[in-house]
């Protein structure tokens, strides 16, 4: 038997951790500046609007960033994380992977993607933004945009276009 949560907020911004259940938890934030963490189940957290922080910890998560300026950390798991339009590398914001087969996705604006430890696969929006893409360890694909031309690769092993 699956246990899963949904929490929908409506205040401006705010902070939520659910560490310590075994619980899959969908969190929705709002339009202010939230912080979401999830469990050490396989989580969905949307950021919305607003400058983000989405921590998914332990499981299989998916963390969409959404509008603004988001950090958003997988953690342990085959974690898929959506950026979000916005610059998601303003104020030290990244997108990063953890350890696990991670899918992680940039979307429009200059964004810097780190996919540690695992088999990841990268897909960057190629709008001339220049996006920096820190492949990491494990055997790699980036499915580049349109024009990728401005964007950095270090680390990644094979390129789709």
């Known amino acids: 038997m699956t246990k899963k949560m949904v929490l929908v907020l409506t205040v401006a911004a705010l902070t939520l951790a659910l560490s ?16 979401l963490r999830g469990t050490s189940a396989a989580d969905v957290l949307y950021g919305k609007e607003g400058n983000d922080n989405l921590y998914g910890y332990g499981g299989d998560d998916k963390l969409y960033g959404d509008a ?47 996919g540690g430890p695992g088999d990841d696969t990268f897909y960057t929006a190629g709008d001339y933004a220049g996006d920096v893409v820190d492949c990491g360890s494990g055997i790699d ?5 349109s024009d990728s031309s401005y964007d950095s690769f270090v680390n990644c092993e094979k390129f789709v276009s």
């Open 68 to 114: 603004g300026n988001d950090g958003l950390y997988g953690g342990p798991g085959n974690d898929q994380i959506h950026g979000g339009s916005g610059d998601d590398r303003v104020e030290e914001r990244t997108v990063q992977g953890g350890s696990g087969h991670d899918t992680i996705w940039g979307d429009s604006g200059a964004d810097a993607l780190y």
């Open 20 to 35: 310590g259940t075994a619980i899959a938890a969908t969190l929705t934030g709002t339009a202010g500046s939230d912080t």
């Open 141 to 145: 694909t980036v499915k580049k945009g």
